[in-house]
């Protein structure tokens, strides 16, 4: 078996899981970048919001009794044992717009726990940052999970409504998982790629079987597929320099910026900025970009315009893409299959 992501990549993908919880909508902390979607019409066998959504089951019991997950609270410094139903609910309703199909949700419902226990299983209890946590969120932020008393800020009038829908279709995959080799599967998930996802080892450095490059061709539907602005060449610099401190960017700025080299999937792996290689993934930190999928150019406005593709990471599972799937039909299953080929679903392991 090929070697798996090490824990301190693990750090990374939460990172990275989902950059736009942190930056994105003031009303919904939604992965997907958007949500009102623009797709063509519907079929009609796709799933949608029931008219009259059911309350949620009142039982709490699990199909396995799981122990509770233990997440850093990254606000706090605090060790939270959060239920695993209550980290699933609250991981749709932060990583999802709730008006995204049924299937959709399950879909990421299934990742998300899969994610949650394939940390569990790689946590080091002596790590002096997750201080025995098995990863980290920040629910008051919507980042990662969220709690009820948030979900109720952010939905408003509709709270008893969503609450009822997310519950109950959360609730009803709550017993799969996706398995590799018999084991929860790290299920990394994105907002938008840029038509391709990423594979892991493009991005991490360590191959995972599950986590490979694959079609995603509908996210170029989505209303926040492209994003364009501009940067004055201080602006940039300081930025860049923020990371790259010994960079110097001197001289005519039209000569900065330098070849690129992009991976398969046609992500930026290094940029050639003053002279200087830089990788793809640290000049997007740097700069604050949505995707590693980006140009950098020099206009005759003597300003730099800067494009990217796609939101997040680009490993694993696009939530938009799932989105637009669910929307032409595809049941949780069928998402699932496209996005971790190789896996399998299956009860959580005793």
Known sequence: MKKTVPLVLLFAALIYLLPMTALLLPEQAAASASAVQTLPPVPSGSASMPAEPQPPAVSDALPVEEAPLRILDERSGEVREVPVREFVRGAVAAEMPIDYPDEALRAQAVAAHSYALACKAQADPNDP???????????????????????????????????????????SVLDEVLLYEGQPALACYHAISNGQTESAAAIWGSE????VSVDSMLDLTSPDYEQSFTLTKQELAQDINMVFPDLELVGDAANWIGAIERTAAGYVHSISIGGVSCSGTAVRSALRLRSRDFTIAWTDEHLFAVTTHGYGHGVGLSQYGANALALTGKTYQEILAVYYPGTTLGPVPG
């Open 129 to 171: 940052v997750l201080k025995g946590a098995y990863f980290s969120a920040n629910p008051d932020q919507r980042i990662g999970y969220l709690t009820e008393t948030v979900m109720r800020a952010m939905w408003g009038d509709a709270f008893e409504a969503n609450r009822a829908r997310l519950y109950s279709v959360v609730d």
């Open 208 to 211: 995972v079987p599950y986590l």
